[in-house]
Nanobody
Framework: QVQVVESGGGLVQPGGSLRLSCAAS????????MGWYRQATGKQRELVAG???????NYADSVKGRFTISRDNGKNTVYLQMNSLKPEDTAVYYC??????????WGQGTQVTVSS
């Protein structure tokens, strides 16, 4: 069992920044494919950004140029730096640790609210 814990959400004004953190347990963290997803009220959960074990990244079109995903394997942690936040970025953000088709783990989510 892999424990996944997000932190760093909160209330921020439009144009502001937040950094989310996700700590995942396990001695093989460096091999996990990690991702950030979000789910706004009344909408489906969507992929925001992903990072492979080799450090390759991918982003949703809506966040390209504003969000950056990174990982620190020494700390078993993945980050999501969010800049130029917009009200439409408001959602619960979830961290995902993908190990295999039968081993995938989710955090409990952290609320991000962008509002003036």
């Amino acid at each position: 069992q892999v424990q996944v814990v997000e932190s760093g959400g909160g209330l921020v004004q439009p144009g502001g920044s937040l950094r989310l953190s996700c700590a995942a347990s396990g001695s093989l963290f460096r091999l996990y494919r990690m991702g950030w997803y979000r789910q706004a009220t009344g909408k489906q959960r969507e992929l925001v950004a992903g990072i492979t074990s080799m450090g390759s990244t991918n982003y949703a079109d809506s966040v390209k140029g504003r969000f950056t995903i990174s990982r620190d394997n020494g700390k078993n942690t993945v980050y999501l730096q969010m800049n130029s936040l917009k009200p439409e970025d408001t959602a619960v953000y979830y961290c995902n640790a993908f190990i295999s088709n039968t081993r995938e783990y989710w955090g409990q989510g952290t609320q991000v609210t962008v509002s003036s």
